[in-house]
């Protein structure tokens, strides 16, 4: 699944506040956080009796009574209502909708609305705080976006998987029939071992399994473009051709791009530019924000000191100047660390999408080389140098490289996703991205 990765601060976030909490609720011990009635005896360990090896196994006793018969080759696939969904479409309405960017952009219109419109007039911290929250919901947007297309590529495979299946049981059970014919006509040479029998059943579980995982992604789906799941039984059709583009990735202008348009880097330059003692607060909230141990406590005043003349104007003590000297280095070395994850980034995508053009070319190759075994056996079949049974298999590998070579140039697909998210791209392709002048809504649908 792509989804853009998770860093491991948030386990630390978690431990942090979970240690918080525990101090706020008056636990001295561990054993005064145990809840325990009157009167119980003390808590003692749970014991645990040694016992050998066994065997794990399914108990099936309860479904003896129930029979399953093959289906008729002739059924078709269930049918279902389908609505058409492009890649534009998902990619801009999931970043419209992004539940995290619409929260931000509340907030920014909260801040917006304790000042003017003329950014000049506006108090320091009122303008640093609406620039800090426009990079953040662009990057919210964005980290909607590449997940809501994640799904909507392994949508388009599964939908293809399971024409596949399809075909593959049809083909399996005309197999099996013409088996049982040639056996009922008492052919002595033709056997029945039960090999297309165990294959069709295999391809029915798996069948199921991709029909799971389709309506599991069109749950996911709806959630991230915003649709009433109680809105009919309607499946999404990704109607988007799966073209794949040989054209080789120049990747240091690529990486270029990343580091200009990507929205954390763009937060940290901002703060950076506009870090003064009355900015601290959000210096420490955002450097909070990476590492819960960051920016905890303010240092206490030294004492007054020479009147500053900074960025808002203000006097400030010598320890406020001294903090500003430190939140620096710290924001500084965070933007350095950032830049460097975004390069890395960057690189893997598109050493990512080049492996899966590999793929892709190999994939091909390789339905290429089973359609023409297929062709070779046919023609064999008249000579006598080959059965139905050896043409049915082949055909099965070639439905089976279909699915390959599809899974392939999802992938390529994927790939691109990730590469465009790790630019900072996506939202900023849907007409969201920061700007300077305030009273403009940041997407022409605002």
């Not at 003590?317 to 965070?334: D, F, G, N």
Request: contains cysteine; proline residues 5%; hydrophobic residues 45%.
């Amino acid at each position: 699944m792509f989804i853009p990765r998770t860093h491991s601060t948030g386990r630390l976030l978690l431990w942090f506040a979970l240690a918080s909490a525990a101090s706020l609720t008056g636990c001295a011990s561990s054993s005064n956080c145990v809840h325990r009635g009157a009167g119980d005896a003390p808590m003692t360990a749970p014991e645990f009796p040694e016992v050998e090896r066994g065997q794990i196994a399914p108990d099936l006793s309860a479904l003896e009574s129930i029979e399953v018969l093959p289906v008729p080759s002739t059924m078709a696939p269930a049918t279902a209502a389908y609505r058409s969904l492009t890649h534009a479409n998902c990619q801009c309405l999931a970043a419209l909708m992004s539940p995290g960017g619409n929260q931000i952009a509340g907030e920014k219109n909260a801040v917006q609305a304790q000042g003017t419109e003329d950014p000049e007039e506006l108090a320091c911290m009122t303008w640093l705080r609406r620039s800090l929250l426009d990079y953040a919901e662009v990057g919210a947007r964005d980290q909607s976006a590449a997940q809501a297309l994640s799904r909507y590529y392994r949508l388009a495979r599964i939908e293809h998987r399971l024409d596949v299946m399809h075909e593959s049981i049809v083909q399996t059970r005309q197999a099996q029939e013409t088996l049982d014919k040639l056996i009922d006509r008492g052919l002595e040479a033709v056997t029945d071992d039960g090999t297309l029998l165990r294959q069709y059943w295999e391809l029915e579980s798996q069948r199921e399994e991709a029909d799971l995982e389709r309506r599991e992604l069109n749950v996911l789906l709806r959630h991230d473009l915003a649709v009433d799941p109680m809105e009919g039984p309607w499946l999404f059709w990704p109607d988007t051709p799966l073209a794949v583009d040989p054209a080789p990735i120049d990747v240091e202008t690529a990486i270029a791009t990343g580091l200009s348009q990507r929205a954390e880097l763009g937060l940290l330059r901002v703060l950076l530019a506009h870090l003064t003692p009355e900015t601290l607060p959000v210096a420490r909230a955002t450097l909070g924000s990476a590492n819960a141990l960051l920016g905890l406590q303010p240092p206490t005043a030294c004492g007054a000191c020479i009147a500053q003349l900074l960025h808002c104007g203000t006097c400030d003590s010598c320890a406020e100047v001294a903090e500003v000297a430190a939140r620096r280095r710290q924001l500084q070395q965070q933007l350095a660390d950032r830049e460097q994850a975004v390069i890395s980034e960057v690189r893997q995508a598109a050493a990512e999408s080049e492996a899966r053009l590999a793929q892709v070319l190999y994939a091909r190759e390789a339905l290429a080389s089973w359609q023409r075994r297929v062709a070779e056996l046919e023609e064999r079949i008249a000579t006598g140098d080959a059965t139905f049974l050896d043409v049915s298999a082949a055909r099965l590998e070639i439905l089976r490289a279909k699915d390959q070579l599809v899974t392939a140039v999802v992938g390529w697909h994927l790939a691109q996703v990730q590469l465009s998210y790790a630019q900072g791209l996506l939202a900023a392709e849907c007409g969201f991205g920061p700007h300077a002048a305030y009273g403009h809504g940041s997407h022409a649908g605002h």
